[in-house]
Structure formats: structure tokens, C-alpha cells
């Protein structure tokens, strides 16, 4: 049965599309690459999101209609602000709640190691649980910002068809297999963005093998190589080798790995700035801070916050640095290779998969030792810079991508 479009003005099937926030990051990015296919002649489409904020809310297309979740704030909690959003969001609206949530909470204080992480998960779920059921019915629900959305998508939303999407390794962070499967296979499908994430999930989970789809990420070149000629870019007059990572501050990134290495290289008298872009506050980005004041590289590691339009600062840079602990696919290194830039990243599950093995860009052990021997070359050989850029240059790529969608939702 064919759901109406609300309004009764046409017959189209509904979506619904369950995401967090459009701030400036990668899952925020691949979104709107994605929604910029659909095809809103068939689609009747809805976005669900905990709170309407986000540098990228602008950029959606008209056609879609951005709603936001009851209680919305269970979605965004982090170590900082977790014990402020339970009591003060979700105990105190309605006392009741704090019943479920005091088991996990207990578990969690007294867990170590992985399953601290796996007693965090299920405690957030049991705060999850107690939040309403969205209205409506849908004849498909994706759940694109991955893990929590998923969980929300499951329990809380009414659709024929569900699919989840897993933008990074499975593994990394690690995840409790026996709560993960049984959500998965609640689940139509789940996309992976790369062969190897693919891997990575099967190998974990060979029960929802059969419900696996891998689609990249939805990438538009020629979209890139056009905003890269617009906007602002550096600022400081500085004539030395740039080098650029773009992602927000977080251990994920692998920031505290790198600075030290760099410090080490600044030391031996390599003339370079390595410029961070993306979102800074918070607790671990503080931590950066005085990692970096007191390795002396307050004036050679700069923070410069957020853009819509980062493209300009890849363009302009010498060398794209990805020094993260774990990675999906990132699009940021899609995007490098684009723009043709000379990459190196730390060897994370699809490093091999996005240079092919070492041959469009160098990957280095996710070690401090590894950063520097890595970045000492780059920085002292412009031949091989410019070889990898050269190689980059060669790229061409033909894809379908409104069929990988069709084929995907119907």
C-alpha cells in the first residue's frame, strides 16, 4: 500500500530519515550528499532531529520537511553533560524513570574496560526507552546517523521498511555484539560506506551478513573543485609547508598522538603550521591546547574552527594530515584526493582501501613514532608530494548514484 503525502495533493511514499543534528560534520556532510538524490517525486520526506541546530540546517533541500523529536536531548549526551541531561532532562521531568536507569548506572560505576563501554550503551538505551514513540507511520525509516539513531529508529518509529546505516568500523569503539546483532537484524538493511567496513561487520556478526549493502559515500567532484575556488582561506601570510587535518577535536582523531611527533619535527627546524579545522570546545580539545603550549607548538598548531566550505583551506594546503585512531570511510580524505593534495594517514581499517595500499598517498602506524618518520618524509621530499598529487590528478570515477539509491529504498 502506497502511504498519501500529507496534504493529499499527490500519491508518494513517506520517509522518514533520523539524524541528531546538521552540524559541520562528516555524517552531517554525507547526508546532505544523499539527499541531494532523492527522488521528491516519489518521496514524501521527513527528517527527524533531536534538536533543529547545526551550521548545515541551511543547506537541506527545500523539499524536506525537518521536525524534532520529544526529549531530544538523550541523543546528544557525552561524558561531559550525561549526568546533567539524566537528572535534570529526564529524572526529574518524571521521577519514574530514574527506576531503569539506576541498574545500568550501577553497572557502569562498577565496570572496567570494554564493558564500561558496552554499561554506558545499555544505560543510555534505558533512558532512550522511556522517551514516546514518534508519531505516523512511514513506508521507510533510515536511521543515517548511525548507532543511537538506529536504537531510536527500532524502538520508536513506526515503518514497513528499515535501514541503518554504519559509517564507521565496527569495532572501533568497541560494541557489544549480542545487543548490536539483535538490533541489526530488526533492521531491512544496513549500509556500510566501505568494503572493509563491510568486512569488519560480518566478521563480528555473520548473522546480519545477508542484511549488508555497502554504498559509499555520496561524493560531487565537480561540486568540490567549484566551492574550492570560492570563500576564504589562510589568513596568515605564512610561506612555509601547510599541513591541514579536518575533523572535529576529539580522541578519535588522534590529535594528542600526532602533536608530539610534530613538536619532535618542529625541533629539528622543518618550517611547517598544522591547521585543524573543525568544531574545538570541549574537555579533550582543552586538553590539545596545553599539550600544545607546553611542546611550544602554540604558534604552529592552529585551531580554526568551523566552515560550511572547508574547501578552499584543503586546496590551499601541502600536505592533508588524518592522524585518527579509527576511521569509516572519512570524507575528508575523499575530498583531499579530489583536490589532488598530498595525504598521509595513520593506517585505521580503510587507509589501504582510500590510497590503494600506499600508492595515492602515504599511511604511517597510528604510533607517535610512526607520525614522525611518516611526516619527516613528506616534508623533506616535494617530489614525492608531488608525485602523489600527480597520481590523484589521473583519478576518474563514474558512478550511478540515483540507481544506488533506488535500488536501495524500493
Not at 182 to 204: H, N, P, R
Request: glycine content about 8%; hydrophobic content about 40%; some cysteine.
Amino acid at each position: 500500500m502506497i502511504s498519501k503525502k500529507q496534504g493529499g495533493d499527490a500519491l508518494k511514499k513517506k520517509m522518514l530519515i533520523v539524524g541528531i543534528t546538521m552540524s559541520a560534520g562528516g555524517s552531517e556532510k554525507s547526508f546532505l550528499s544523499f539527499a541531494e538524490h532523492i527522488d521528491y517525486k516519489k518521496w514524501d520526506v521527513t527528517l527527524l532531529l533531536a534538536e533543529k541546530k547545526g551550521a548545515f540546517l541551511p543547506l537541506l533541500p527545500s523539499q524536506i520537511k525537518v521536525e524534532t523529536m520529544a526529549d531530544g536531548e538523550i541523543m546528544e549526551i557525552s561524558a561531559a553533560n550525561a549526568k546533567k541531561i539524566l537528572l535534570e532532562k529526564y529524572v526529574a521531568k518524571n521521577p519514574l524513570r530514574a527506576f531503569p536507569l539506576a541498574f545500568y548506572a550501577t553497572r557502569t560505576a562498577l565496570a572496567n574496560g570494554d564493558k564500561k563501554v558496552y554499561a554506558k550503551n545499555r544505560l543510555w538505551l534505558a533512558a532512550m526507552k522511556t522517551l514516546e514513540s514518534h508519531p505516523g507511520e512511514y513506508d521507510l525509516a533510515i536511521a543515517y546517523w548511525g548507532d543511537r539513531t538506529m536504537f531510536y529508529m527500532v524502538d520508536k518509529v513506526c515503518a514497513k521498511k528499515k535501514i541503518a546505516w554504519l559509517h564507521f568500523d565496527y569495532r572501533h569503539p568497541p560494541r557489544e555484539d549480542a545487543l548490536y546483532e539483535k538490533y541489526f537484524m530488526k533492521c531491512d538493511k544496513v549500509v556500510t560506506v566501505s568494503g572493509e567496513i563491510e568486512k569488519s561487520l560480518a566478521e563480528a556478526l555473520p548473522a546480519v551478513r545477508e542484511k549488508i549493502v555497502t554504498m559509499e559515500n555520496i561524493i560531487d567532484a565537480e561540486q568540490i573543485k567549484l566551492l574550492a575556488e570560492l570563500g576564504n582561506g589562510y589568513a596568515d601570510g605564512f610561506d612555509g609547508i601547510r599541513i591541514l587535518t579536518v575533523g572535529r577535536i576529539c580522541e578519535q582523531k588522534g590529535y594528542d598522538i600526532a602533536l608530539p611527533a610534530l613538536a619532535r619535527l618542529k625541533n629539528e627546524g622543518f618550517s611547517f603550521r598544522w591547521y585543524a579545522l573543525g568544531e574545538n570546545g570541549g574537555e579533550y580539545a582543552e586538553r590539545i591546547r596545553r599539550m600544545a603550549s607546553s611542546l611550544g607548538m602554540d604558534k604552529y598548531f592552529i585551531m580554526l574552527g568551523t566552515t560550511e566550505n572547508p574547501y578552499k583551506y584543503i586546496k590551499e594546503c601541502d600536505i592533508y594530515f588524518q592522524p585518527s585512531r579509527h576511521e569509516g570511510k572519512t570524507i575528508a580524505v575523499e575530498e583531499a584526493k579530489i583536490l589532488c593534495r598530498p595525504i598521509l594517514v595513520t593506517d585505521y581499517r580503510t587507509a589501504h582501501e582510500q590510497l590503494s595500499g600506499g600508492e595515492l598517498g602515504m599511511i604511517c602506524d597510528i604510533s607517535e613514532k610512526g607520525i614522525e618518520i611518516a611526516m619527516r618524509k613528506m616534508l623533506s621530499d616535494s617530489t614525492l608530494r608531488t608525485s602523489f598529487s600527480e597520481k590523484l590528478g589521473k583519478i576518474t570515477q563514474n558512478r550511478d548514484v540515483e540507481t544506488e539509491i533506488r535500488n536501495l529504498t524500493e
